[in-house]
């Protein structure tokens, strides 16, 4: 009964996360960066924490493309350089299109600046560089 459930729940966040277009603000909570023990992960770390939180791994995959590029597939595109982090992260939060073919990236307003730079920060880690240039 509670696997019936927890599929049901699965199923009904993956149909509704990827395609939804509503104007509410979406308040996601991501916890306390600033907890004494998040303070000793590294920003690669704390992307990679947010990024597995978040819906990301509904459209994206670390290696392999879903309905977006893979994660990899954006490291290898985008230097590792803080405008890149910037602008990586303007488009988590508001999201985009065009860049990777015609379906839109959905917007993540509810997301922090600072928390967008931490997911771009470990995004462009997975082609093996571990900070900006």
């Not at 308040?27 to 704390?46: A, C, H, M, N, V």
């Not at 990679?48 to 597939?73: M, Q, R, Y």
Request: glycine letters at 6%.
């Amino acid at each position: 009964m509670i696997k019936d459930l927890i599929r049901l729940s699965i199923v009904v966040f993956v149909l509704t996360a990827c395609g939804s277009k509503t104007d509410s603000t979406v308040t996601e909570d991501y916890g306390d960066p600033f907890t004494p023990e998040r303070k000793e992960l590294s920003l690669i770390q704390q992307g990679e924490a947010l990024v597995k939180k978040s819906d990301c791994n509904t459209c994206h995959h670390a290696t392999s493309k879903i309905v977006g590029p893979s994660h990899t597939e954006v490291a290898e595109k985008y230097d590792f350089t803080e405008e890149n982090v910037a602008l990586l992260a303007q488009r988590i939060i508001k999201g985009s299109s065009g860049i990777w073919g015609q379906v839109m990236m959905n917007p993540h307003p509810g997301l922090s600046q600072e928390d967008a730079e931490k997911m771009a920060y470990y995004v462009l880690s997975l082609d093996g560089e571990k900070e900006p240039n």
